[in-house]
């Protein structure tokens, strides 16, 4: 079985601060993980993807995530965010055999002027 | 490259009615799943299809189905409503074709099922 926890419901800074949203995972299989991005009245939108290889990726909008695997982690980083990055943020981790994605609760990044 | 196409965008059905929700996928993809999307229960899935044929359910009711068409487009099918069905019905797309590694989903903006 595989879950996925995202620590922080909701995630309150400043614009041009740097954030940080947290996510932890359990698989017992192949770890493929996600961080996806929901606007207001839509669906989700992939912001970057782990599958293998090195463990620092880079998404779009300036969003970048570090894989760890001996802490089961795969935490969400921005340097320096901007108004428009007020959204919603679901860490994801895909099952291949399952064939379907199991969504943490979601994070609200509200970025403040 | 024209996204993943969800109609209608938004209903209103009475308890004990049915309703059809419709997903157009990405040129291309195969794969295409469905998510139910609410503030108690968060992103659950619900079904996945490729070429034609159910290859995964997730834990809903039978009222719950699905079928997709040989131009890849799906449809879901929800048979007599409960007021719980009220939902955010996300379709997403991937280009994964055989069992393998994940490509990621590419999404609907949704269709929002009010049950009354």
């Known amino acids: 079985a595989q879950s996925v926890t995202q620590l922080d419901s909701q995630v309150p800074v400043f614009e041009e601060a740097p954030v940080e949203l947290r996510c932890n995972y359990s698989?017992?299989?192949?770890?493929?993980l996600f961080w996806y991005v929901q606007y207001p009245n839509q669906g989700l939108q992939l912001l970057l993807k782990y599958l293998s290889g090195s463990t620092l990726v880079k998404g779009i909008n300036g969003f970048e995530a570090e894989f760890n695997k001996s802490q089961t982690s795969f935490h969400l980083r921005k340097p320096s965010v901007h108004i428009s990055d007020t959204a919603e943020y679901f860490c994801?981790?895909?099952?291949?055999?399952?064939?379907?994605?199991?969504f943490g609760d979601g994070t609200t990044l509200t970025v403040k002027p | 490259k024209a996204g993943v196409t969800q109609t209608p965008r938004y209903l209103i059905k009475t308890r004990g009615q049915q309703v059809t929700l419709s997903c157009s996928p990405i040129s291309g993809h195969r794969s295409v799943s469905w998510y139910q999307q609410t503030p108690g229960q968060g992103l659950q899935f619900l079904f996945e299809?490729?070429?034609?044929?159910?290859?995964n359910k997730g834990n809903f009711p039978g009222r719950f189905s699905g079928r997709q068409f040989s131009n890849s487009r799906s449809e879901m099918n929800v048979s007599t409503l409960e007021l719980g069905d009220s939902a955010l019905y996300l379709c997403?797309?991937?280009?994964?074709?055989?069992?393998?590694?994940?490509?990621?989903?590419?999404f609907g903006s949704g269709t929002r099922l009010t049950v009354v």
């Open positions: 997403a797309s991937s280009s994964q074709g055989a069992p393998g590694r994940p490509y990621g989903y590419t």
């Open positions: 299809y490729f070429s034609e044929t159910q290859r």
């Open positions: 698989s017992s299989v192949s770890v493929y």
């Open positions: 994801a981790v895909h099952n291949t055999n399952a064939g379907k994605s199991t």
